[in-house]
Every structure is written in structure tokens, then in C-alpha cells.
């Protein structure tokens, strides 16, 4: 088992950057695949970056795509996912997530059911 911690959420306004960060620790990680998703009140989670541990490829929402970035930091065992133009349908819980299986799948697994071990989540809103 992994244990996730983010953080770095927060209030920003509409334009703004936040850096979240999500430090793993329990296991060894190269097998890895990590992803934030989020979840806004009354919708399902969904999934919006994902990265490998080892190579470092990535994936991203269509709803994201150039606004978003994650990456890590192996010697740190910290994930990051860096938000710039920030929007108010930005605003949910964000999640990091690990998937065990991550490393052998074609692509970075994009459901939430595909991942074994979740952190807390952490408040992101973007006001207007």
C-alpha cells in the first residue's frame, strides 16, 4: 500500500496558478503510474493528469490540455501537478492516486477504478 499526501490547494481567482503536491511513501514506486483527478459538488471524479514514475510520460484531459502540467521528483517521491489559467470549473477536491499496475499498461489509466491507493484530496477553488 501507498500513502498520499497533497497539498497546496486553495482560494485563487480566475487566471491564477496553485502548485499541488502529492508525497507518496509505503513502496518502491517505479512501477508506478500517478494521476490527480477531481471532483466538483454533484459530479463524478474524474480524471485530469497522469505521469509515470519511470520515463516520466504523461497524459492529460482534453480540459486541461496546455494549463496543466504534472511531474515528479523521484528522489523527493513527490508528484506534482502545476495549474496555471485557472478557471472557475476548475473548482473541486483534487486527488492524487497511485496505479500499481501503472508502468505495464499501454496508456495511463484514466478511470478511477483502475487505481489502488488515494491520498485525502485537497479544496481547489477558482472564484470569478
Known amino acids: 500500500q501507498v500513502q498520499l499526501v497533497e497539498s ?4 485563487v481567482q480566475a487566471g491564477g496558478s496553485l502548485r499541488l503536491s502529492c508525497a507518496a511513501s509505503g513502496r ?3 512501477s508506478y503510474a500517478m494521476a490527480w483527478f477531481r471532483q466538483a459538488p454533484g459530479k463524478e471524479r474524474e480524471f485530469v493528469a497522469g505521469i509515470r514514475w519511470s520515463g516520466g510520460s504523461t497524459r492529460y484531459a482534453d480540459a486541461v490540455k496546455g ?3 504534472t511531474s515528479r ?3 523527493k517521491n513527490t508528484v506534482y501537478l502545476q495549474m496555471n489559467s485557472l478557471k472557475p470549473e476548475d473548482t473541486a477536491v ?3 492516486a497511485a496505479d500499481l499496475l501503472g508502468q505495464i ?5 484514466t478511470i478511477p477504478a483502475a487505481y489502488d491507493d ?3 484530496g485537497t ?5 470569478s
Open 105 to 109: 499498461r499501454s496508456l495511463i489509466a
Open 123 to 127: 479544496q481547489v477553488t477558482v472564484s
Open 28 to 30: 518502491t514506486f517505479t
Open 118 to 120: 488515494w491520498g485525502q
Open 94 to 96: 483534487y486527488y492524487c
Open 73 to 75: 521528483d523521484n528522489d
Open 8 to 11: 497546496g490547494g486553495g482560494l
Open 67 to 69: 494549463r496543466f502540467t
